[in-house]
């Protein structure tokens, strides 16, 4: 059997001269194979630089002897350290984490001790707080609530019913079937400075316009219910009751009377999908957060989940035996929903597909001086205790995922935990009472008795709004203010802070009174002067503005002459929206 090593060596020289025959092509592989050296080294040299730039290490040399012939090479591999560990890249980057929050703060004129102890300790904190998705923010104290600015803008001939957020855009609905993209003037804009003019330029003849606060109206469509025998019409046929914008400022999501369900683009409010699943009046959406899954509660006692990547149904939640008015939802897959007359509050655990009931139905005590206590024959200064029978729970706001609160038709506040069925702590008549009916219009009778007065009756807590995961809780009812309250630092009760609008603490007294009724200092129509918000706010939201609510807080409020749901109450007031702009206090 021959092979190279048997072969005679005149065969061997005899390949090797015909080999030798052909120097183009023995040139042409020489060149290939230089190329491809060349390219090898790039390679080699730009991936060595590459792991130079990220590990904070030298690389180590090539092994192999052989394949090292460009100096360049050599050059890139002579430090010859070894490669560091995972641990110890792990720490090398909280050590460089840490070092660039002690730069940041140094900046503003810090010592280290306080950086240490406060700053960064504080920060891993709310670190930690926000991904457990607890309560860590205490910002109330921090806010001028009093003294907050205001503006009203309007466009709707109607009651505006629900209003949604996505900064710096707002959209709102209303009874007349029309959905409205405005756009909210940042405080950038509201406190910009005048450019300066230069020594050889004239002054302009004419002032500067003034700086821009009412929103600006920047898209608008509306239904029609002439178009209800259609049913390839891309809107609402019916008055529209609630929407819900996405974090990502992608969709909105309106709900109407019309039991449709509709996701809009939010860049030019074109219909994108129409869901017809719910068998009644859409009446609460609620977007996760983070996320685009929506979750609808509607008047079929149904509560449904949608997913507005694929824009379709994901699945239907059953418990409540009531109309379901309001729902809420934050970043874990899980919602609080209300059901109305059912008196019950829900928390459901989507993943785990089961669901806390949290039950209501408590009475609120007021106790008050009646107007007839000599004529009755009642002990002069023993004021009369009255009971308010919580009947309907209308409003729910999540404060962390463990906690939430809720309002009702006997005008209380109550504040929930997972850990317990009934409220922690209820505020009663948070908004004060109606003034007492007069004898002609509580009695049926021709000649009414006027001994007998009408009864003061709780004004309904209609709106409900909270910032996520900190202490600041927003109410609202048709008694002229929106007013704030805190949660204490334990978690176990709401406390009083104010009301929104400008220099509105000094007015509180002689507005709601001595027993929290309009009228007690004056009358009806003097305290109407003085109040903040015309009419019944319908809804209410809020955002902070810069980071992590540096610049203050924005809150958009919804209101009307009516209820977003009915006509029981009629109410002097604006159809439109108010915006406040809260700013930080001054230390």
């Known amino acids: 059997m021959s092979s190279f090593f048997t072969t005679p060596a005149s065969h061997k020289k005899r390949k090797r001269t015909e080999a030798s025959g052909a120097p183009s092509s023995k040139r042409q592989r020489n060149t290939i194979d230089g190329a491809n050296a060349a390219k090898s080294t790039k390679s080699r040299s730009a991936q060595a630089a590459s792991d130079e730039s990220i590990s904070g290490s030298g690389s180590e040399g090539d092994d192999d002897p052989g394949r090292v012939s460009d100096e360049d090479v050599q050059s890139s591999s002579d430090s010859g350290s070894e490669e560091e560990t995972g641990a110890q890249r792990r720490l090398r980057l909280a050590e460089q984490y840490l070092e660039n929050i002690k730069g940041e703060v140094e900046t503003v004129g810090f010592d280290a001790e306080e950086i240490d102890r406060d700053l960064i300790a504080e920060r891993l904190k709310e670190d930690v707080a926000a991904t457990k998705g607890k309560l860590y923010r205490h910002i109330t104290s921090s806010l001028n609530f009093s003294s907050a600015s205001k503006c009203a803008f309007r466009a709707d001939a109607l009651t505006t019913t629900s209003i949604a957020v996505s900064p710096p855009y707002v959209y709102t609905v209303s009874k007349d079937m029309s959905l409205i993209k405005w756009e909210l003037s940042t405080p950038t804009t509201l406190s910009q400075p005048q450019s300066k003019s230069k020594k050889n330029k004239k002054p302009p003849r004419k002032p500067p316009p003034p700086t821009r606060r009412r929103p600006t109206k920047l898209l608008y469509t ?58 009644d009046a859409v009446m609460g959406l609620a977007f996760r957060k983070g996320t685009n899954q929506l979750y609808s509660s509607s008047k079929d006692r149904t509560i449904k989940t949608w997913s507005l990547d694929e824009l379709g149904y994901m699945e239907t939640l059953f418990g409540h035996q009531d109309e379901i008015v309001d729902i809420a939802a934050l970043a874990m897959e899980r919602c609080v ?79 929930w935990s997972l850990h317990r069925k009934k409220p922690v702590f209820t505020v009663p008549t948070a908004h004060g009472l109606n003034p007492p009916l007069t004898p002609e219009e509580a009695s049926a009778e021709a000649e009414p008795d006027l001994k007998v007065p009408g009864e003061p009756q709780p004004r309904w807590i209609t709106a409900l709004a ?103 109450k009629t109410v002097k007031g604006k159809n439109g929206a108010v915006v406040f702009e809260v700013t930080k206090k001054v230390a």
Not at 254 to 259: C, E, F, I, L, V
Not at 355 to 367: C, Y
Not at 518 to 529: K, S
């Open 222 to 279: 509306r239904g029609n219910p002439s178009e209800s025998q259609n049913s390839k019409y891309q809107h609402h046929i019916g008055p529209i009751l609630t929407v819900a914008a996405s974090e990502d400022g992608k969709y909105v999501a309106t709900g109407g009377a019309d039991k449709r369900l509709i996701v809009w683009s939010a860049s030019d409010l074109k219909p994108l999908r129409i869901f017809t699943q719910h068998r």
């Open 337 to 415: 929903s209300v059901g109305a007359r059912d008196r019950t509050a829900r928390l459901w655990k989507v993943v785990e597909e089961s669901q806390l009931v949290f039950r209501g139905g408590g009475g609120n005590s007021e106790k008050r001086k009646h107007a007839g206590q000599k004529e009755n024959g009642l002990t002069n200064g023993e004021p009369k205790v009255t009971s308010f029978v919580e009947g309907s729970i209308d409003r729910v706001a999540m404060i962390d995922e463990e906690t939430f609160v809720t309002g009702s038709d006997n005008g209380g506040i109550s504040l």
């Open 466 to 568: 909270t910032v996520p995961y900190s202490d600041v809780i927003l109410s609202g009812s048709w008694d002229g203010w929106v007013r704030v309250w805190r949660v204490s630092e334990d978690k176990k009760r709401i406390e009083e802070v104010g009301v929104l609008g400008s220099n509105a603490g000094d007015q509180e007294e002689s507005i709601r009174g001595t027993n929290g009724i309009i009228g007690t200092g004056g009358t009806q129509d003097d305290a109407e002067e003085h109040v903040s918000v015309r009419g019944v706010v319908n809804d209410i939201e809020v955002f902070e503005r810069g980071d992590r609510g540096k610049d203050g807080l924005c809150v958009v409020v919804a209101t009307g002459k009516e209820h977003r749901f009915g006509r029981w």
